[in-house]
């Protein structure tokens, strides 16, 4: 009677191991199926990262014009200091982008290879989309790092205002 509870219990929760025949523990076959609704899942993922990267693309060419005006009115090493650090981070915000639509492109890439039945091609393709996403939202938490770079020339600049 307990034998039965034991199968329940692991087709109820399986784990990642199985009996064998002579009662030997197997490991599952790692070998994942990949139908053409997997790479569809990013879809949505990667329009609401390109979504939030040209935000903040915008949002940093908004800011560099009304520091472009401010130095041109007045000269000052400060501004040159959050002007270079905003061009840095226009360039990681750039490659986020170039990155995601690769992801992209290689998602569409499996969408078709699964499609035409070419699985292992369709498998390889996702996967590449999946590594360049991970690239893309690695190189935005470092643009994240560095815009507080801005902010500190900013309080910098208050702090040396107050000391005067």
């Known amino acids: 009677m307990r034998r039965g509870r034991a199968k329940t219990f692991y087709f109820l929760f399986p784990s990642p191991f199985s009996r064998g025949a002579g009662g030997e523990v197997k490991r599952y076959n790692p070998n994942m199926g990949i139908s053409l609704t997997t790479p569809a899942l990013l879809f949505p993922a990667i329009s609401l990262l ?8 915008l949002t940093l060419a908004t800011i560099i014009r009304n520091l472009h005006d401010r130095y041109r009115n007045d000269a000052n090493d400060n501004l040159l200091g959050q002007i270079a650090n905003l ?8 490659n986020m982008q170039i990155y995601g639509v690769l992801s992209l492109l290689f998602c569409v890439m499996s969408m078709f290879a699964l499609f035409a039945g070419w699985i292992a091609g369709g498998q390889w393709s996702f996967a590449i989309a999946l590594i360049l996403m991970i690239v893309s939202m690695l190189i935005s938490l470092r643009e994240l790092q560095i815009s507080v770079g801005a902010l500190d020339l900013l309080l910098m600049e208050l702090e040396d205002e ?3």
Do not use: D, S
């Not at 390109?50 to 693309?57: C, E, S």
């Open 50 to 57: 390109m979504l939030a990267y040209t935000n903040r693309f």
């Open 87 to 94: 061009r840095y981070r226009v360039y990681l915000i750039r």
């Open 162 to 164: 107050e000391k005067k």
